[in-house]
């Protein structure tokens, strides 16, 4: 069974640092294409960041250029967003998912449909 679990959510303060992961079980993330995605209350999901199967293309979202890192652990069969210089409009659920690899391309991150999701993990950003 193909699986995505995410953490590493919390509370913290505008201008800290945090860093999620994605882990898979049942298939091997080195041959895969993962995207982050985030939603906040009243507001349309939003695709934060991607990572091809091939390493080849990384996604960024403009709201999170320069400020989030996409990386991958084959040893641990794990995907990281690390999260720095955050702020309170980065307040929200973020899930990763797997992708087709055409989902993620340097211009755009496309969501798949239901059935490629973890189950989300929330972060806090306030003082």
């Known amino acids: 069974q193909l699986q995505l679990v995410e953490s590493g959510g919390g509370w913290v303060q505008p201008g800290g640092s945090l860093r999620l992961s994605c882990a898979a079980s049942g298939f091997a993330l080195d041959y895969a294409t993962i995207g982050w995605f985030r939603q906040a209350p009243e507001k349309e999901r939003e695709g934060v960041s991607c990572?091809?199967?091939?390493?080849?293309?990384?996604f960024y979202a403009d709201s999170v250029k320069g400020r989030f890192t996409i990386s991958r652990d084959s040893a641990k069969n794990t995907v990281y967003l690390r999260m720095n210089s955050l702020k309170p409009e980065d307040t929200a659920v973020y899930y990763c998912a797997l992708l087709p690899y055409h989902f993620c391309s340097v211009y755009r991150l496309t969501a798949p449909g239901p059935g490629s999701w973890g189950q989300g993990t929330q972060v806090t950003v306030s003082s």
């Open positions: 990572t091809s199967s091939s390493g080849t293309i990384t």
